[in-house]
């Protein structure tokens, strides 16, 4: 399985990006698919996922600004990021869950900045 992380960019705040996640194999096939971040110095952080079932799941900083989703016919899960502030500035990663395996992305850069 190969999961291509892309949309990272350079924001200002209060700006939105949407990053995505494509699959080489069918996404159905995943228990869940998120997306997670980190920035130097702290650890991997859940963002947001999604489940087989649509069941969806946030960080209680990015809820109400974020919305992941699911394009089934593309393979792809969308990270809709509205609202960035500097402190959502880090490197993202897609993941997925299959039978107690767990994929990685590469990572994608988001800078929120002035």
């Known amino acids: 399985v190969q999961l291509q992380a892309s949309g990272g960019g350079w924001v200002q705040p209060g700006g939105s990006l949407r990053l995505s996640c494509a699959s080489s194999?069918?996404?159905?096939?995943?228990?869940?698919m998120g997306w997670y971040r980190q920035d130097p110095g702290s650890q991997r952080e859940l963002v947001a996922s999604v489940t087989s079932a649509s069941g969806k799941n946030y960080a209680d900083s990015v809820k109400g600004r974020f919305t992941i989703s699911r394009d089934i016919a593309k393979n792809t899960v969308h990270l809709q990021m509205n609202s960035l502030s500097p402190e959502d500035t880090a490197v993202y990663y897609c993941?997925?869950?299959?039978?107690?395996?767990?994929?990685w992305g590469q990572g994608t850069l988001v800078t929120v900045s002035s």
């Open positions: 993941n997925a869950d299959r039978g107690g395996m767990r994929f």
């Open positions: 194999g069918n996404i159905f096939s995943f228990n869940r």
